[in-house]
């Protein structure tokens, strides 16, 4: 079923058994039946760690990259799948399987249990944009222009939105107000956000900006829902209807996801920026320059901090009240991998080819994992294991080492 939307033209600018016993199910997308949408906090039945699904992008609607488990110690590779092209995309994982995107515009499924390929299937470009798992479907956007809603057993198109631009950022889900069923955001580089029905792709309303727009819609509590774009203002919409609440203006195009914490809005843009704002305010709350270097990640964020990574080669957390630096720890590369927050560390990758986890307080390395090819896409976690794509094709599952048991 192919569903077209038009847009008008925008401003020019520019052990197997912890995977399976633990990993959430979800309630299928009936017209009748209520989908309830998974969390990446949701408390295991099994096993040692609470965080069993990592379904869309930054692990849950909020985007905020946080982990409420500990960080897993002595880390060691547990196995890999090798694509043939580089790994673009973040990983979701939930239900017994593993999706990401490739730069060969493959969306690949990886069964948890046999940890080979399930199903792929070939887009005719680059996938950057992170899956979203709800019930026995992905939901996945490519830079073809396409944003397809696939069965997760077979990989048969279900239904497809086109688009004028590509779909470079992942869908978030969220449950529709009235408690009725599931409904998908996803922002389009035209520059229109979406809201569908995750059954069938009807739309629910959609939302024009002025320009192109580069992340994931965040959805907030009391029913809003935020973003940026290349119009450099942070959008608040409401999630019922689509209606603009609030348009605030920063200094530059908003490049990467904003992530939300407790109605506070934190993003980067191209004035080297990384900046704070109230979902309900007309200001923004702070600001924290770079020094002339760029921010490449979406923020990672937690009760006390914000933590972002740059081409100065650093990862810099902030302070989330006052947006004064605590401190910087220094890689061999860029850090284009969005920071994970785990309760006692952040983890993430960096183009010198390592995985790192530093100490939340402090800066202080815990670990660094060295992988061998370059680490430019977020990591995820699900059921005590990392998951991060590297730029030659593999995809690494990482677990805790004896040691760290």
């Known amino acids: 079923m192919s569903l077209a939307h038009s847009s008008s033209s925008k401003t020019t600018a520019r052990a197997i058994i912890p995977w399976l016993a633990g990993l959430v199910l979800i309630a299928g997308c009936g ?3 209520r989908v ?10 099994l096993g040692l760690w609470q965080t069993q ?4 992008a930054r692990g849950g609607k909020e985007l905020q990259g946080r982990v409420h488990d500990r960080v897993p110690q002595q880390p060691v590779v547990e196995w890999t799948f090798t694509a043939k092209g580089a790994v673009t995309s973040e990983a979701a994982v939930a239900n017994g399987v593993l999706v990401f995107g490739t730069d060969e515009g493959m969306v690949i499924a990886v069964d948890l249990q046999t940890r080979q390929q399930r199903w792929r299937v070939a887009t005719k470009d680059t996938v950057e944009a992170t899956p979203a798992i709800a019930g026995d479907r992905v939901f996945a956007g490519s830079n073809d222009g396409l ?7 077979t990989g048969t198109e279900l239904w497809h939105l086109k688009g004028e631009e590509k779909f470079p950022t992942g869908a978030t889900l969220a449950n529709s107000p009235d408690g009725a069923g599931a409904w998908l955001l996803v922002n389009g580089y035209d520059g229109v956000s979406h809201c569908l029905r995750t059954q069938d792709g009807a739309e629910v309303w959609k939302h024009e900006a002025e320009d192109f727009i580069n992340g994931s819609p965040a959805i907030l509590d009391g029913g809003l829902v935020a973003f940026g774009g290349c119009d450099s203002v942070i959008h608040v919409i409401r999630l019922k209807d689509g209606s603009s609440l609030a348009k605030l203006r920063t200094e530059a195009q ?4 904003l992530a939300s914490w407790n109605g506070t809005l934190y993003g980067v843009n191209y004035a080297n920026q990384l900046l704070a704002a109230e979902a309900n305010g007309d ?12 921010f490449l990640t979406s923020p990672g964020v937690d009760e006390a901090r914000v933590y972002v990574g740059s081409r100065d080669k650093h990862l810099h957390a902030v302070d989330r009240l006052s947006g004064k630096l605590l401190w910087k720890f220094k890689t061999g590369g860029r850090v284009e991998s969005a920071p994970l927050v785990f309760d006692d560390a952040v983890v993430f990758g960096s183009s010198d080819g390592r995985l790192y986890a530093v100490d939340k307080l402090d800066g202080r390395e815990l670990w660094r994992l060295d992988l061998g090819e370059d680490l430019a896409v977020a990591p995820a976690f699900a059921a005590g294991r ?3 794509g590297g730029g030659e094709g593999s995809l690494f599952v990482i677990k805790e080492g004896a040691a760290g048991k």
């Open 386 to 388: 990392l998951v991060i």
């Open 31 to 33: 017209e009748k039946k």
């Open 147 to 153: 944003f397809r809603a696939l069965d997760l057993t």
């Open 53 to 56: 699904a990592w379904p869309m």
């Open 283 to 294: 200001k923004l709350t702070w600001l924290y320059e770079n020094d002339g270097a760029q």
């Open 36 to 45: 309830a949408v998974p969390q990446a906090g949701a408390p295991a039945e």
């Open 254 to 257: 908003i490049i990467r996801s």
